[in-house]
């Protein structure tokens, strides 16, 4: 059950900001949902797919609210971003552990349609998202401890690695 809000909570958020701008969302039930994703990732530790069974619902629920392809991956802060980075789709993060500190601006040379007129930074906490629209710049800092982020890319295809700038 909370799974299913969580991602009914990010898809209305992704419904009214996507294409427009970043937009954080405090999911009813995220507690939940992490904790969820935490027992799964213990036993399937050490994977970079999606075994665990929270991860891929999570996936494939926001793929078919969404009516679009949605792809997940885990990442750590700081060995999979350092500096700062192009969103090459739409991309939702989640910190699972720890929490980080996100910076998010519009690229310069961008033609994307982007209401983001000057560069937000946030601390982004254990079961809070955060949507970076494609072509965003952002870069993300741990802070004083590490921290693994729930990626979820949302596009025509997915990514294996996020572009540097």
Sequence with gaps: MALSSFARDLALCLAVHR????????PEGSDVVVDAIRKARRQSLGTQDLENTAE???????????SCHVEGSRGSIPADFNGICIAPVDLVLV???????????????????STLERPIELRLRVGEALYVPYGALFSADEGQASCELLMLSM?????????RQ
């Design 19 to 26: 294409d427009i701008c970043p937009a954080i969302v405090w």
């Design 155 to 163: 596009g025509p295809t997915a990514y294996r690695s996020i572009p």
């Design 56 to 66: 891929k619902y999570l996936t494939m629920s926001l793929a078919e609210l969404l």
């Design 95 to 113: 910190p699972i552990v720890g929490n980080c500190f996100i910076r998010i601006e519009r690229q310069q040379s961008s033609t994307h349609n």
